[in-house]
């Protein structure tokens, strides 16, 4: 039996507009600007602090909240798949252990794509019955900011 249990969030919302319009909203966002232009309810600020944005080994620095909190997150960039998909991962080891995956998933489906926010989270099985309540508020919060910028991509897109 596994220590840790697995979850996955994910968020999806079909836009009516091409895959490549979804990639270069998605790898257009370089600084704090483009990023609160996206959810100017939660996000604060943005940094490439190495490499260059959107490839492969590249650090990004944001800022935003989530749950009522702010958040200061560092993530390398560990996949790009241009116009279908980007996977980033926390920097720290620690914070990897418990968050290992984060991607955006684009799929065209004829006039529409799919735009597919996904988040990974392993839950260690004794601090889930212990701490059950703050992590569903927590998890609800997050799948709750995923929502809004699914929707904030589409009416932006949608709205061009």
């Known amino acids: 039996m596994a220590f840790f249990e697995e979850v996955v969030l994910q968020d999806s919302i079909e836009i009516k507009t091409r895959a490549e319009k979804v ?7 370089v600084d704090d600007d483009s990023y609160r232009a996206w959810h100017k309810e939660d996000h604060v600020r943005f940094r490439w602090l190495k490499g260059s944005p959107w490839t492969e080994g590249s650090v990004m620095y944001a800022e935003e909240y989530i749950h009522g909190k702010l958040h200061k997150l560092k993530f390398e960039i560990i996949k790009v798949i241009p116009n279908r998909r980007i996977e980033y991962t ?12 984060n991607e955006f998933i684009i799929e065209q489906k004829g006039e529409f794509c799919l735009f597919i926010a996904s988040g990974t989270y392993r839950l260690g099985k004794i601090g889930k019955v212990l701490f059950k309540k703050a992590i569903e ?4 919060s997050v799948r709750k900011h995923m929502r809004e910028e699914g929707e904030n991509l589409k009416s932006f897109l949608e709205s061009k």
């Open 23 to 29: 990639f270069n909203f998605l790898t257009s966002i």
């Open 90 to 101: 926390p920097t720290s080891r620690f914070v990897r252990r418990f968050f290992p995956k």
């Open 137 to 140: 508020r927590s998890l609800s």
